[in-house]
């Protein structure tokens, strides 16, 4: 059974372009977190999805950053016009309800130059 | 709100030594408490977890007491070795609500052979 996927595992991009980051959940698994580490500093919640819907979007930035979890594919993490301070590693985390265990994907690191 | 609060690192130590690595938490009600693990490059991996007061949770020689009267889950080894070097995360989980992980800031453990 494959764990959580994530990719790419590294992103590079400039300032000001877009960068979008993949989370295909563990098999069977419907809930989806995704969670930003910055340099040195623990994992803060970003969002919380189930299929289709956003359920908590309380650690999201209010510009700039989106996720949905479609009916089909993976979930997407979206970050327009990307700046210097949102270089940071960001994991997805998956589980097979809202209170089981959440396992984590290996994580991407995005930097932005 | 909610919180946790992990000694800071980065904390090392030779092989065979006694580890203890302490977390303490805020939080409303009854929380599930955890201890996570990130090896190198890697995304994070569930250590240890306990769910109620007084429950010890323990995994490859590592163990932690939920403390409610001490707000505490310190996370010990009787004897590291070189592969327990990684960063380890305490983090705690409300029972009702929000399913979001509040983590603390992370303790690098280095072991010297």
């Known amino acids: 059974n494959a764990g959580v996927m994530q990719n790419p595992r590294h992103l590079v991009r400039r300032r000001g372009q877009e960068a979008r980051l993949r989370c295909s959940p563990m098999k069977g698994h419907s809930h989806v977190y995704w969670y930003r580490q910055l340099p040195e500093e623990g994992l803060k919640f970003m969002v919380y999805l189930q299929k289709e819907n956003i359920i908590d979007e309380s650690g999201m930035p209010k510009e700039r950053f989106s996720a949905e979890f479609p009916k089909e594919g993976p979930s997407i993490l979206r970050i327009q016009q990307v700046v210097r301070g949102d270089s940071a590693a960001y994991f997805c985390a998956s589980s097979a309800s809202f209170d089981n265990e959440q396992f984590f994907g290996p994580g991407t690191r995005l930097t932005v130059l | 709100g909610n919180s946790v609060t992990q000694m800071e690192g980065p904390v090392t130590l030779s092989e065979e030594a006694f580890l203890t690595i302490n977390c303490t938490y805020t939080?409303?009600?009854?929380?599930?408490l955890f201890w996570y693990v990130q090896y190198p490059g890697e995304g994070l991996q569930l250590l240890l977890k306990?769910?109620?007061?007084?429950d010890k949770g323990s995994n490859k020689g590592f163990e932690a007491t939920y403390r409610k009267e001490t707000t505490s889950f310190h996370l010990e080894k009787g004897s590291v070795q070189v592969s327990d070097s990684a960063v380890y995360f305490c983090a705690l989980r409300q029972i009702q609500g929000a399913q979001k992980l509040v983590f603390g800031q992370g303790t690098r453990l280095t072991i010297n052979p």
């Open positions: 306990a769910t109620k007061a007084d």
């Open positions: 939080a409303t009600g009854y929380p599930s």
